[in-house]
């Protein structure tokens, strides 16, 4: 049995979980998400706690069983607490700016990127080389953030670009003159 799938999710008091068929509706105090999983795993609430077990160790569903679990979790997590990235923008006359709901990066190109913020999604930027994304839902906070930081990766010179805040980057030698 998987160790992930078969613990049990405590769901606080400030939090209503609704189970339609296969469908999963988690609604907190940050909002609402909702999302449809495998028909094959079972998902039941009882008591404010909720689980989910396989009806069979197939391949298929042992790998389901988990990660259908790992994602309810982060529902939870995501209308109670909610989720945050930190990005760092290193390098001289690279800078952010947030204008209204568009991000605008300055990052050495012929012309400023205007990024709109996706819908769910908050955009602060506390200072030229510091963007916070903020959200509820996991997925979408992370795909924003790389898709954000894969406009200029650090590079491993003299590390500039955008990284995350925790990320450390492996410097490299240049070369040496005579």
Avoid: C, W
């Avoid at 259908?68 to 001289?92: A, D, S």
């Avoid at 990127?113 to 916070?132: Q, R, S, T």
């Amino acid at each position: 049995m998987s160790r992930i799938g078969k613990k049990p999710i405590e769901i606080p008091s400030n939090v209503t979980v609704t189970i339609d068929g296969h469908t999963v509706t988690v609604k907190g105090p940050k909002g609402e998400l909702k999302q449809t999983f495998d028909k094959n795993l079972n998902i039941s609430l009882e008591d404010g706690v909720l689980e989910v077990t396989r009806p069979n160790d197939e391949k298929k569903i042992r790998a389901l069983h988990g990660l259908t679990r790992t994602l309810i979790n982060n529902m939870v997590v995501g209308v109670t607490e909610g989720y945050k990235k930190e990005l760092e923008i290193v390098g001289t006359g690279y800078r952010a700016a947030k204008q209204g709901n568009k991000l605008a990066l300055t990052l050495g190109f012929s012309h400023p990127l205007e990024l709109e913020d996706p819908k769910g999604i908050e955009v602060e930027v506390p200072a030229p080389n510091k963007i916070i994304i903020s959200g509820t839902d996991k997925q979408q906070v992370g795909q924003y953030a790389a898709h954000i930081r894969g406009y200029r990766m650090p590079e491993p010179y003299k590390g500039k670009g955008i990284k995350y805040s925790d990320e450390i980057i492996r410097r490299k030698v240049g070369k040496t003159g005579k």
